[in-house]
């Protein structure tokens, strides 16, 4: 295992360090709960292909950073080499505060996805303790050299391309140390975390939809004029129906329809 002091020059290798495993743990359980209940044909993770986080998905197809020919899944020119409407569900772990260019990596997930299609993101919070230590450090190596984006700032993004976020939450409340001893020490701050600063979580997730809306109903401009001289409609001719003697057992007996 890599020195947890050294500069990680990947995500990754970050990952594997007792900070990033932390936060690892958390992340996949996140997954593994949410995408089980996902259902479709397709599924995309980019980013982070060693770490399988579609690993519960009960969709049959997914593309975990690589294709079927083992080519790695990557952003040409910006763009996805996939089809519109191509994916049920497009996960985006710590993609968008690592892009050069983070509003087309969220155009591109929308372009791809299928109408209806779930769209999962998961971030460093800039508003959490992790965040205080990115500003306060050097910024140098992972995670801290990314650029970490506002939870609120993500949903004005994910709204403008016709999003609806349904779901989500925060996780790694305990200070970013870089020892597992003192992060087992403060693992009591999960719990209270989610119960008393549940938006300081070091890292958040976002679950949004892709709502493409129908057709509107185009109405008639009635003249009101018109209408008024219209003739009013012959009243209801009191259908009644009597009721047949009971005493013929071959006769059906008819009971009046209300008014």
């Not at 900070?19 to 993770?45: C, K």
């Amino acid at each position: 295992m890599p020195n947890c002091k050294l500069i990680a020059q990947s995500l990754s290798e970050w990952f594997t360090t007792p900070q990033g495993g932390y936060v690892l743990a958390r992340e996949q359980a996140y997954f593994d709960r949410t995408v089980s209940d996902i259902f479709g044909y397709n599924a995309l993770q980019l980013g982070l292909p060693e770490h399988d986080f579609l690993h519960s998905s009960r969709i049959p197809l997914r593309f975990c950073g690589a294709d079927q020919a083992g080519a790695k899944v990557r952003l040409c020119d910006d763009e996805l080499p996939f089809a519109c409407d191509s994916f049920d569900l497009v996960l985006l772990p710590h993609v968008l505060e690592f892009a050069e260019h983070p509003h087309q990596i969220l155009r591109e997930a929308e372009r791809v996805l299928m109408p209806e299609g779930q769209l999962i993101i998961s971030g460093f919070n800039p508003r959490s303790l992790w965040g205080m230590h990115r500003v306060l450090g050097r910024r140098q190596g992972y995670p801290w050299r990314g650029h970490f984006i506002a939870l609120p700032r993500l949903k004005d993004w994910l709204a403008l391309l016709g999003f609806e976020v349904v779901g989500g939450r925060f996780a790694a409340y305990a200070p970013p140390f870089h020892q597992i001893k003192w992060l087992e020490r403060f693992a009591f701050m999960e719990a209270a975390g989610d119960r008393w600063w549940a938006v300081s979580g070091g890292v958040y997730f976002v679950h949004a939809i892709k709502r493409v809306h129908g057709m509107r109903l185009i109405k008639p401009q009635w003249n009101e004029g018109l209408v008024s001289k219209l003739l009013p409609v012959a009243p209801k001719m009191n259908n009644k129906i009597t009721q047949r003697s009971k005493t013929d057992p071959r006769r059906k007996t008819y009971v009046r329809a209300p008014e």
